[in-house]
């Protein structure tokens, strides 16, 4: 009996190993991973790098596609999902690869670099955008998102302020605000840009895209601050335009 039972298995076996070398196993760098993805149907990428920046999943511009090496590991629903990423026909289909992107948690090897810490001296300014959170929360989000201590940032030159989401690893979600910021355009300007992360945070909390489409511009609009990534529109497009980015901050940029 049991000698039967080996024979009946063996073959089956055999058959899931070849099934494995068929789908190409798991890719190892960028070249065996675009070629793997190109077995699922990638067409209009022809170079494909890895990155580690933590904040960032999946980018493509052009012919390029950009992928944390995290996702090397990733099963084939999700790279399936980068297939559709990017060649998605209906932004439905996008959305749905999107979710199972982010859903994937990514391991780096490098240790998570230490997060910055607000300034003894700021720690005034950050309770006072803290109290700020509150009562926005209150007044456009029926007390919906989670309470976060805003953090205020010396390093933060461009960029306004920025959200970003939880890891995975157990990092906590933070809204942080330039202080430059503060100093150079003011309070109102600050807590335009403090109710722009806020937006970020609903979109995070309720299972969207943290991104500056569709669902962000309806969502500023309702709440009553302008729809942009950017304080001062430029006046040409900028070098980042055309590009599409999948990941877990997203800052506004002054
Ligand atoms: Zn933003």
Same mark, same amino acid.
């Given at each position: 009996m049991l000698q039967a039972l080996t024979r009946f298995f063996r073959p089956r076996r055999d058959l899931a190993q070849l099934e494995l070398a068929f789908s190409g196993?798991? *890719?190892?760098n960028a070249d065996e991973l675009l070629e793997r993805l190109r077995q699922l149907g990638l067409r209009r990428i022809t170079c494909c790098r890895l990155t580690r920046?933590?904040?960032?999943?999946v980018s493509f511009a052009g012919g390029t596609l950009r992928v944390h090496e995290?996702?090397?590991?990733? *099963?084939e629903s999700v790279l399936r999902a980068i297939v559709t990423f990017v060649e998605g026909r209906t932004r439905a289909d996008r959305r749905e690869a999107q979710r199972a992107i982010v859903a994937f948690p990514v391991r780096s090897p490098r240790p998570a670099s230490r997060r910055e810490r607000t300034h003894p001296d700021d720690v005034e300014m950050a309770a006072q955008l803290t109290g700020w959170h509150a009562r926005y929360n209150a007044r456009h989000f029926d007390g919906g998102l989670k309470p976060i201590e805003i953090r205020v940032s010396r390093r933060m030159k461009t960029r306004l302020g920025h959200y970003t989401a939880a890891t995975a690893g157990g990092e906590a979600a933070e809204i942080a605000i330039s202080r430059a910021h503060v100093r150079r355009h003011g309070w109102p300007e600050a807590l335009h840009t403090l109710l722009h992360e806020m937006v970020h945070q609903w979109q995070d909390e309720t299972g969207h895209?943290?991104?500056?489409g569709a669902t962000f511009r309806a969502k500023a609009r309702a709440v009553g601050?302008?729809?942009?990534?950017?304080?001062v529109l430029a006046t040409r497009p900028g070098r980042g335009e055309g590009s599409t980015t999948l990941g877990r901050r997203a800052a506004r940029k002054g």
């Open positions: 196993g798991t *890719p190892h920046n933590r904040n960032v999943m995290g996702y090397l590991a990733a *099963p895209t943290i991104d500056h601050i302008a729809p942009y990534a950017r304080r």
